[in-house]
């Protein structure tokens, strides 16, 4: 039998289960899977000065480099620090890469 539940884990990190009644009594696995916050980085290459940028405004950061790669183990970097400067959680945390395409008008 499976029993899926999804519960937050306050502070003092204790939880409660709701179990249904006719659940056998003995041993039970119960399996704890983290959550992650995702956040999205947008990047866009500028053909002026011939850099691309990187920038969330929800962590917030916002970087420049003249290489992607670059540019994105930076991110990589900065984003734990800027999580812990704005007080925001560090655990669990996903970035997702975005190219945004650029339009050009004719």
């Known amino acids: 039998?499976?029993?899926t539940q999804t519960v937050?884990?306050?502070a003092d990190r204790r939880i409660s289960l709701n179990l249904p009644l006719d659940l056998p009594v003995g041993r039970a696995r119960v399996t704890v899977t983290p959550q992650f916050d995702e956040y999205t980085i947008m990047l866009v290459?500028?053909?002026e000065t011939?850099?691309?940028f990187a920038q969330n405004d929800d962590i917030p950061i916002a970087l420049e480099d003249g290489s992607l790669d670059i540019l994105i183990n930076r991110v990589?970097?900065?984003v734990p620090e800027m999580l812990e400067i704005n007080n925001m959680p560090r655990n669990g945390v996903r970035?997702?890469?975005v190219?945004?395409?650029q339009t050009v008008e004719a």
């Open 1 to 3: 039998m499976t029993i």
């Open 8 to 10: 937050e884990i306050p």
């Open 45 to 47: 290459f500028d053909d």
């Open 50 to 52: 011939q850099k691309w």
């Open 76 to 78: 990589k970097l900065a």
């Open 95 to 97: 970035l997702a890469f």
């Open 99 to 101: 190219i945004e395409p």
